[in-house]
């Protein structure tokens, strides 16, 4: 699984009383902790600990993701309306995964040389999750903007929630239910979903129902109070739902029942707090990045014990996330001289 980790967006809440936008160091700074999450995630860190593995990394980071697309789509909720601007917003991410997923394509046909017998898998897997599995999230995400923004511009929004959840249940089959679901026809048939789709089957469920109820929150207006309060809760339910499923045969953690209320929770209470704690620009963008360029990191780091691996994995990351910034912003520092 990966993520996600990532709001495209930035994180510019609207502020009632100063009746401008300002921007959420809040919610940019729980950007950049799950997106080093996604390389917890993806190093299996803590895994000789039941304990701790079902506590941490399959429970509480798995927020990640959901967080992500409710980010995403409630800053997207105002371009929907706006067709050129929507357009737009998706073309810079094709632009992104290009990018990147030549870098990975490149890296991994010359490293398995095995895979050019196959052209036909390179394809399918580049255009659902990339050739490695990990840029599902931004295909998800592209795929979801383009098609649902007409349904999201003539509030339809409640109607896709709805189809969102019932993708979300039948994702949870060959997921974290799959212990419950094994031989039975509703798991067949998302089983071929899978096949076709390419890891992980969750990808579309999860873009369709967090990325409709991102846009909804933006649409309606939603304050929930004591929000943190409630996603505390939700916690709570979550970690012993990751403790039940992961000893109950799951697949993976992509599908929880707590996280559909876990992440909206969280994200309420992140917008209602603006500037609890203040971060540089810089963040803004680093989730991004180090979702993008992590899986690279990691392959770096293979020689070193499992402890270690993280945190030098996540501090590489983030370097190499800045290195790219800076070189980004003096590249359109340059165009605008010009």
């Known amino acids: 699984m990966s993520c996600i980790c990532l709001a495209i967006s930035s994180a510019v809440p609207y502020d009632r009383t100063m009746k401008q936008a300002v921007r959420n160091h809040t919610i940019d700074l729980l950007k950049l902790l799950f997106s080093f999450g996604i390389i917890a995630i993806h190093l299996h860190l803590f895994d000789e600990s039941p304990l701790l593995y079902y506590s941490t990394t399959q429970s509480l980071l798995r927020i990640g993701v959901p967080f992500f697309f409710i980010v995403s789509g409630y800053y997207f909720a105002p371009k929907a309306e706006n067709r050129d601007a929507a357009y737009g917003y998706v073309k810079r991410l094709i632009r992104i995964y290009v990018t990147f997923e030549a870098v990975d394509l490149i890296l991994s046909l010359s490293v398995n040389h095995s895979l050019l017998q196959s052209p036909l898998l390179i394809l399918q897997k580049v255009l659902t999750c990339g050739v490695n599995g990990i840029y599902w999230y931004l ?25 969102g959840l019932i993708l979300y249940l039948l994702a949870m089959t060959d997921d974290s ?55 505390l809760i939700s916690l709570v339910f979550l970690i012993g739902e990751a ?19 876990a992440a909206p929770l969280l994200f309420l209470w992140a917008a209602e707090h603006p500037a609890l ?48 910034i800076r070189l980004r912003n003096r590249r359109n520092t340059k165009k605008k001289d010009i």
């Open 139 to 163: 295909i998800s995400l592209i795929l979801t903007c383009f098609l649902l923004r007409p349904l999201w511009a003539k509030k339809k929004t409640v109607l896709l929630i709805g189809i």
């Open 177 to 231: 239910y799959a212990g419950f679901f094994a031989g039975t026809a509703v798991r067949n048939y998302v089983h071929l979903h899978t096949l076709f789709w390419r890891w992980p089957q969750a990808g579309l469920a999860q873009s369709v129902l967090y990325l409709s109820i991102g846009v909804l929150i933006r649409q309606k207006h939603i304050r929930i109070p004591h929000a943190g309060i409630f996603f």
């Open 243 to 261: 403790f039940f499923t992961q000893t109950h045969g799951a697949a993976d953690a992509n599908c929880y029942l707590s996280l559909l209320f």
């Open 277 to 324: 704690i203040r971060c540089p620009d810089a963040v803004r963008d680093l989730c991004l990045y180090v979702y993008m360029i992590h899986i690279y990191v990691n392959y770096l780091t293979y020689p070193l014990p499992g402890i270690l691996r993280f945190p030098v994995s996540a501090l590489l990351s983030a370097l190499a996330s800045l290195l790219l």
